[in-house]
């Protein structure tokens, strides 16, 4: 069964603190996302990659970076977390090439910075 | 960039139909989807359609586009209580295959 597996399901931060969101595919897929989901907003686009050590900003990079050193892994980092930095994050990824594109998500890893 | 507009509730009951509506302003958007979130979980695609479709029917779900207005919609058949979710309306665009997502439609069944 394919699988994107997010390492934390929960996560409770202080403000200040680095954070590492960690994120493992399976399915030896190229691009690899993060989303943030909040309520009336739906999900934002935050990084991307569409190979090893390559990343695109998204939508709202700010107060973010990521990092690709491995294929099946894309990492997300908050360098210095702030309260309105509280959300649920979600990871993707898709094959390259002339597909449909799917996503295929994790479940998600909700972040509480106090 | 692109943006994607749906309304964020829809509430019908059992058996009934549910239409979910969803607009876009980027015309080069190649698949356009309906991904389905259940409680506490991730996201996982519901259908899609290619942009050079009007239509799609898989069982219970039928997608409509209208390429002209930038809308897409989602219509579930016989709606039952496990229908009951988040639904999310998407495009893809770009070299990457970029995807934006709407704000997502809370779909409430009543039995």
């Known amino acids: 069964d394919v699988k994107v597996t997010q390492s934390s399901r929960y996560l409770v931060k202080r403000t200040g603190e680095k954070v590492f969101l960690e994120c493992v595919q399976d399915?030896?897929?190229?691009?690899m996302f993060w989303y943030r989901q909040d309520p009336g907003l739906g999900l934002r686009l935050i990084y991307f990659?569409?190979?090893?050590?390559?990343?695109e900003k998204g939508d709202i990079p700010e107060g973010y970076s990521v990092s690709r050193e491995k294929k099946e892994r894309f990492s997300l980092i908050l360098e210095s977390a702030s309260t309105n930095q509280t959300s649920m994050y979600l990871c993707a990824s898709s094959a390259a090439g002339a597909g449909t594109g799917e996503l295929f998500f994790g479940e998600g890893s909700r972040l509480t910075v106090l | 960039g692109e943006d994607v507009e749906q309304s964020l509730f829809l509430s019908v009951r059992e058996g009934d139909s549910s239409v979910i509506n969803c607009t876009y302003t980027d015309s080069s958007s190649t698949y356009l989807y309906w991904y389905k979130q259940e409680p506490g979980a991730g996201l996982q695609l519901l259908t899609y359609i290619f942009s050079n479709m009007d239509m799609k029917q898989d069982q219970r779900l039928t997608v409509l586009l209208n390429k002209k207005d930038k809308h897409l919609s989602l219509r579930i058949a016989d709606t039952q209580t496990g229908d009951s979710a988040i639904y999310f309306c998407a495009v893809s665009s770009g070299g990457y295959q970029k995807v934006t997502f709407g704000t997502g439609t809370k779909l409430q069944v009543i039995p």
């Open positions: 399915m030896d897929h190229e691009n």
């Open positions: 990659s569409y190979d090893v050590k390559m990343k």
